[in-house]
């Protein structure tokens, strides 16, 4: 079995910053991609960022310049430096690790922004 488990999320003001973290572990044999999404109250599921074990990342539109993903590839963990931080990124935040066939979620944390 495969447990994926985030860290980090809480309340802060408007311009504030968080570090979300996600490590994987259990069975683990290769860890493709590894990042996060989030899910916000009426909103769709939205890709925040994602890495791959070759370092290639990739941000949504909407935190580009704010937020920056990386990973320790020995670790099997991956995270999330958001800064800036506005109201509207006030979400579940889940992060998931893609190995072979099968992706891997973990339980969601919640980061809530302050106006």
């Known amino acids: 079995q495969v447990q994926v488990v985030e860290s980090g999320g809480g309340l802060v003001q408007t311009g504030g910053s968080l570090r979300l973290s996600c490590v994987a572990s259990?069975?683990?044999?290769?860890?493709?991609?590894m990042g996060w999404y989030r899910q916000a109250p009426g909103k769709q599921c939205e890709l925040v960022a994602r890495i791959t074990s070759g370092g290639t990342i990739t941000y949504a539109d909407s935190v580009k310049g704010r937020f920056t993903i990386s990973r320790d590839n020995a670790k099997n963990a991956v995270f999330l430096q958001m800064n800036n931080l506005r109201p509207e990124d006030t979400a579940v935040y889940y992060c998931?690790?893609?190995?072979?066939?099968?992706?891997?979620w973990g339980q969601g944390t919640q980061v809530t922004v302050s106006s």
């Open positions: 259990g069975s683990i044999f290769s860890i493709n991609v």
């Open positions: 998931y690790a893609d190995m072979v066939y099968q992706r891997y």
